[in-house]
């Protein structure tokens, strides 16, 4: 297509879902629900339309040589399109955002001051190969009263279209505004870079997908980014662990899926517990196939561990690799923490109340826990019912994202005929 | 100074303010408020000084023929910085944003989930000519435990510089940690541009000027920025309107400080109320010296109105100058404030609920009056005790920005050992 071409429809395309944003802002929580319900089944009934999409792109993707990693998340089945069916139905099920009274305070001049959630306007989604991303964020934008222009990855296009198509066609038929919708259905990436300069009409961009994506997302866009980076999480077994609850914690954030942003990524032991736990942890580890590298007081206690290096702390493997090193107290694994980490999910193990305040109040991530797994960084954990991602800014929404965080707020000021003196 | 030299005294800035934050994260509410208490203290002793710097800026912005409205921006007086002081002394004893918890739920898991407030980093604040602003930012970044460089206009230079000089020594004595305030000394505009650019070291942008500045830096900025807009402002009064309440809040709303952003710039009539309440409002406002620009409905009420013209809808005049439009009703009200406002403030006058409601949901301001005038779009009016500025944004911060507006949030989730399954 020729560039003018693809400014001109895009610009449509970003239009219809700012003018959308109005209407959708006033839509009931009846009508959004019963979308909802209506898009669930829709999605149900064209199971093998979906599927059949699906497979030219997961041939295409084996074709092209991607990892397996990638086919399988780019893979659909009958049981992961009733998994995004039941989806949609839980997020009807949720309270809805919009409206909702976030406080209420009465002034000594009668005053009554609300805050009240109101939706962002139009959000433009950039994600890569995952197509449940397409039914999840149109849920969860319809829900919050926001309208979604939805660019997602061109491994994943057939796939994104089918879901697109039929979700869409169920809400509009279910009197959702048009333009609620949006989707971009070129590959051609200059789209992408002439969405992100449309500041007058899309409100917040939110980019999910490799650090790769985000950063060249950040770099270019002219509207504001929420970004769902890397996870570079670490767990800190302190002197004062209990180290059973220890090696339960290291092993669940290392091994139960390794593939994810809240995995642990680094382990740091304190010099005082570092020999009674080092090996025993490490033996298990090894068991469950994770391969260790680490710092010279590790290897010292733990024969067979590679040298970490210094690319090592920074590193999220994403995969059964850990990072081990002991650390001489509970500042030193602050400061590396601080040093390496992403600021997503970080874990303190340790009986000592005043070191895990220390721990907590220093460390400068999204999620600190204690005595518990970097795993739960979670919306659904947390019990928000669904979520966008995993924030890693400290502006708006920081942590899970759920629809709350898809909100803004204004006040309504209720008097009966005061002026300012 | 050569634009090398200015790059790297620039950078060094913001390096040392994104130290400094995370040593003020920490400080305590006590040494927090010592500090404020000592500024306060501090200014009050050397207000002769103080004045003296005011001087230079005013004698220069006389000889450079600026208009008087800003020289009365610019001036300080004793009184004025008894102002300063006592607003120090104000914000000292506001709670503390830091730390304060936010929500708390326990799992069924027995996970405790504490959302829990932060402090946002190092933020720039790029303002204009008045000097209380300098001290008023100082107070709030340091109550709120951010750093904070200030880039203050080059008309106030000498007293923002004397103001900075006097503050900062009183909270170093204190014990704040060093780097917590930079001051950006040189009149050099593109000192302004090296440092939109320093995205790993400045974590926020605040713009607080006219209209041109805040673009320019919204333009121009690599970092997020909360962008504290104009204000074109509407009094709606509806059909069933009490006229005498109608009245008193467009009187108010217009002229009782009529150059601040939530000052009304538009009034809007229904047309049923239009023949009794427009003769009647436009006396009375003619009286307090304001000018009228109405369309032909309003001119045919009211003789003597000047036409107005397509740019009267859309300005911020900040002068004793309104806007007047009939409308049909109340849907074309909302279309019009829609179409021109700004979303900072806007008000309805009726005793018609189901009409209030009709307004508060489908007008997407900041603020939204029902009753009372725009002038309490104000961080005081709200009880935030201190304010920032007002943002016209949507993330993060919308309308007044106090303390809590000037913090992020984490969370600490505490556990007995929980993994996830």
Redesign the interface.
Known sequence: MKKKNLVSLIQAMASRAKSAS?AL??LSAEKKNDALNRMASEILKHTREILKANTRDVEAARRAGLPESLIGRLTLSESKIRGISASLRQIARLPDPV?RLISS?K?PNG?V?KKVG?P??AILIIYESRPNVTADCMALCLKSGNSVILKGGSEALHSNAALFRFLSRAAYAAGVPRGAFEFVATTDRKAADILLKLKDEI??VIPRGGEGLIRRVAERSKI?V?KHFKGVCHVFVDKRA?L??AE??A???KV?NPGVCNAMETLLVHEGAAKTFLPRVCAVLKRKGVELRGDDKTRALVPGVKKATEADWAAEYLDLILAVRVVKNLDEAVRHI?RYGSRHSDAIVTEDKKA?GYF???V??????????T???DGG???MGAEMGIST????A??PMGLEELT??????????????
Do not use: W
């Open positions: 109005e802002s006033l409206g305070t002034r005053l001051i109101v962002i306007g409100d917040l504001p929420i209990d059973r609850k339960d914690i092993l669940n954030a139960q601080q895990a907590t109040d220093a400068d991530s999204a999620c600190v826990f204690v005595n518990c797994s795993r739960f960084n954990e947390f019990g800014d400290k502006l708006h920081r942590g803004s707020y204004k006040y309504v000021v209720l008097g009966h005929g005061q002026v300012r003196t």
